[in-house]
C-alpha cells in the first residue's frame, strides 16, 4: 500500500471514529429510556419499556418548566428580533465615526460568559426593584440572543441591492412603503430562521437563566435539577422528545437555508446568461 | 446619525431604529455591567446601612481571592481545565475540518456538515447528560473496561476533574469545528498543489500555507471554547463533584448561599476580566481583528 493510501484510510478511520465520538453518548442516552431499570443506564438491560414516558406525563413539574420555557422563549423572540433587525438595519447604512466601537459593543455580550449576563442583570434590576423570575429570564437572555439576530439579519443586508429602494423613491414611493414593500420582505427569509435560532437558543439556556430565574423553572434547570436529585430515565425520554424535535427543527432550517442558496446562485447564473 | 437614518427609512422608522438600539445597548449590554463593577467595589452591607457612611468604595472583595487559597487554586484549575479543553479540541477538530475543507467531495462535505449541525442544536445540558450516563460508576464504559478485562474494579470518572473535561470537550468541541472549517475552506485549493509542486511535504504545507491562512477561524474556535469552558456552570455541575468545584459554582455560591452579592460580583467580574484578557491574548498572538472573529 502506498503512502497515499495509508493517508487516505486514516483520514476514513478518523472520521469515522469521530462521528461515532459525536453520536454513541446521544444514542446511549436516548436508548437508555427504554431501560427498564430505576436508574438510567443501558448496562444491564432489564427489559424494554415505554413506563417512562408515561412517567414524564404525569409530571406536573415537567408541564410547569415547559410552559415557563415556552413563555420566555416567546418573550425572547418577540424582544431580540425587532433589536436585532433595527441594529441590522443601522449598521448597513450608518457610515461615520464611532461605529467600529458601536459594532463591538453589540458584539460584546457574544464574547461574555452566559453567567455574568445573568449576574449583572440580576443586579442591575434589583437596584430597580425587580426580582429574578420569568421576566427577568426574558430580559437576560434577550441581551445576547438579540446579538445573534443582529449577525443573521446584518448577513442578509450585506447583499441587498440599495438600487431598489433608489427605484422605489424615485417612483414616488413614501419611506415608509420603501421599508414596508421593499427592505422588510427581502429581510423576511433571514427574520424568520434568526426567531427559529432565538427561540432555540432561548429554550436551551442554562447558564444565564439561573441566575435570573428567581423561583421559576426553566426545562433545562429541571433537567439539571433532576440530574443531580431524583434521576430516574423519565429524563431521558423528555431528553429523547427534545433531540427528536431539535434535529426535526435543525433539519427542516437546513433544507430551507439549501433551497435558498440554490435558488440564489440560479438567479446569478440567469444575471450572468443575461449580460 | 440620525439624518442617513432617516434619508433612507423616513423619521418614523429611523427613531424605532434608535430606540430600539439604545434601549438595548445601555439598558441590557452596557449599565447592567457597570452596576456589576460598581457593586463588586462595594462592602455587603445590611440594607439600612447601604448609602450610609460606611458604604464607600473598596476593593476588599477583590482582596479575598487573594487570600482564599481554596478559591485561588480553583481559579487557576478553571484557568489551565480550560486551555487544556481548548488545546484538545483544537487538535481533535483541525484534521476533521481539514477534510471536510479540502479534501471530502462537496457531497461528503455536506453530509458531514449535516450530521455536525444535528448534535450542535442539542442541548448542552442533555449533551452533558449523556456523558452523566457514560461516566458514572455503574455505567457503560466501566461495563465495558469490566468486560474486556482491563480494569478490575470500576472506576470513579464522575468523582475528579476527569470527567468534567471529558464533558466540556464534547459539550464544545462543535464551536471549534465549524469556524475552523470556514477559514480552510476559504482556502484557495491551487494554493496547497502550488506548494506541493514546489516540494513542500505535508507538515510544511499545513504549517506554511493552511494553518496561516486558517489563524482568525483558529482564533475564533479557541476564543469560544474557551470562554464557554470557563463560564460553564452546566458541565462541572453534572459531571463534578464537591471535590472538582469550578470558578462559576464560587460565584453561584457567593449569590445563592453566601448572600454576599457585592463578593459575588466581584468574582464574576475577575471572570470576565479573565476571558477579555483571553481573547486579547490570542487576538495579539494570532494577529487578527475583532471584524475577523465575528465573520
Known amino acids: 500500500m502506498s503512502s497515499q493510501n495509508i493517508l487516505k484510510w486514516g ?5 469515522t471514529l469521530f462521528f461515532l465520538y459525536l453520536f454513541t453518548p446521544l444514542i446511549i442516552m436516548s436508548a437508555a429510556t427504554f431501560n427498564d431499570s430505576r436508574f438510567p443506564t443501558i448496562s444491564p438491560w432489564r427489559g424494554t419499556t415505554l413506563k417512562w414516558f408515561e412517567e414524564l406525563w404525569n409530571d406536573s413539574g415537567m408541564w410547569q418548566a415547559l410552559s415557563n420555557s415556552a413563555i420566555i422563549a416567546a418573550g425572547v423572540l418577540a424582544i431580540a428580533v425587532p433589536i436585532g433587525v433595527a441594529c441590522a438595519l443601522f449598521l448597513s447604512t450608518y457610515r461615520g465615526g464611532g461605529k467600529n466601537f458601536i459594532y463591538g459593543l453589540m458584539l460584546s455580550p457574544l464574547l461574555t460568559p452566559g453567567v455574568i449576563i445573568g449576574i449583572s442583570t440580576l443586579i442591575f434590576w434589583r437596584s430597580m426593584g425587580v426580582s429574578g423570575g420569568i421576566f427577568l429570564t426574558i430580559i437576560a437572555q434577550t441581551t445576547f440572543i438579540a446579538a445573534y439576530v443582529m449577525l443573521m439579519i446584518l448577513a442578509r443586508m450585506q447583499r441587498f441591492d440599495r438600487t431598489l429602494e433608489n427605484a422605489a423613491f424615485s417612483l414616488g414611493a413614501t419611506h415608509l412603503q420603501v421599508f414596508r414593500r421593499i427592505t422588510l420582505p427581502y429581510l423576511m427569509p433571514a427574520i424568520l430562521s434568526a426567531g427559529v435560532i432565538a427561540f432555540l437558543q432561548s429554550f436551551e439556556n442554562y447558564n444565564t437563566t439561573l441566575f435570573v430565574k428567581g423561583y421559576d423553572t426553566t426545562l433545562t434547570v429541571y433537567i439539571a435539577s433532576k440530574v443531580r436529585t431524583g434521576l430516574t430515565p423519565a429524563v431521558n425520554a423528555l431528553g429523547l422528545i427534545l433531540i427528536v424535535i431539535t434535529v426535526l427543527l435543525a433539519a427542516i432550517y437546513e433544507i430551507k ?3 435558498e442558496a440554490r435558488a440564489a446562485e440560479q438567479k446569478a447564473a440567469l444575471a450572468d446568461t443575461a449580460n | ?26 439598558m441590557l449590554v452596557v449599565l447592567p455591567q457597570v452596576l456589576m463593577i460598581d457593586y463588586s ?3 455587603n452591607l445590611p440594607p439600612s446601612q447601604i448609602g450610609g457612611p460606611n458604604d464607600n468604595y473598596t476593593l476588599s472583595n477583590y482582596v479575598t481571592l487573594f487570600n482564599n487559597q481554596i478559591h485561588q487554586t480553583i481559579f487557576f484549575k478553571t ?25 471530502a467531495t462537496p457531497r461528503q462535505a455536506a453530509l458531514c456538515v449535516l450530521l455536525l449541525i444535528i448534535p450542535f442544536w442539542i442541548n448542552e445540558i442533555l449533551r452533558t447528560f449523556s456523558w452523566f450516563i457514560i461516566l458514572s460508576y455503574r455505567g457503560p464504559l466501566n461495563a465495558l473496561l469490566l468486560g474486556m478485562g482491563f480494569i478490575d474494579r470500576p472506576i470513579r470518572f464522575l468523582s475528579g476533574d476527569g470527567g468534567v473535561i471529558i464533558g466540556m470537550v464534547y459539550a464544545y468541541i462543535l464551536f471549534m469545528v465549524f469556524p475552523l472549517y470556514n477559514a480552510i475552506e476559504s482556502l484557495d485549493g491551487n494554493q496547497i498543489k502550488a506548494a506541493r509542486n514546489l516540494g513542500s511535504g505535508w507538515i510544511r504545507t499545513h504549517y506554511r500555507i493552511i494553518i496561516p491562512h486558517a489563524k482568525p477561524g483558529i482564533a475564533t474556535g479557541c476564543i469560544m471554547v474557551f470562554m464557554l469552558s470557563a463560564g460553564s456552570y452546566a458541565v462541572p455541575a453534572l459531571l463534578g463533584s464537591p471535590g472538582s468545584r469550578w470558578f462559576t459554582q464560587i460565584i453561584y455560591n457567593w449569590f445563592f448561599e453566601g448572600g454576599d452579592w457585592n463578593q459575588g460580583a466581584a468574582y464574576a467580574f475577575i471572570l470576565l476580566l479573565l476571558c477579555i484578557g483571553f481573547i486579547v491574548l490570542v487576538m495579539r498572538l494570532f494577529k487578527v481583528g475583532l471584524g475577523d472573529i465575528a465573520r
Open chain 1, 11 to 15: 483520514i476514513r478511520f478518523y472520521i
Open chain 1, 257 to 259: 437555508r439549501r433551497h
Open chain 2, 41 to 43: 467595589l462595594r462592602p
Open chain 2, 79 to 103: 484557568i489551565w481545565s480550560s486551555v487544556l479543553v481548548t488545546v484538545c479540541t483544537l487538535i481533535v477538530c483541525y484534521p476533521l475540518a481539514y477534510y471536510l475543507a479540502k479534501v
Open chain 2, 1 to 26: 446619525m440620525f439624518k442617513q437614518l432617516s434619508d433612507r427609512f423616513g423619521p418614523m422608522v429611523a427613531i424605532g431604529i434608535l430606540l430600539l438600539m439604545l434601549l438595548w445597548l445601555v
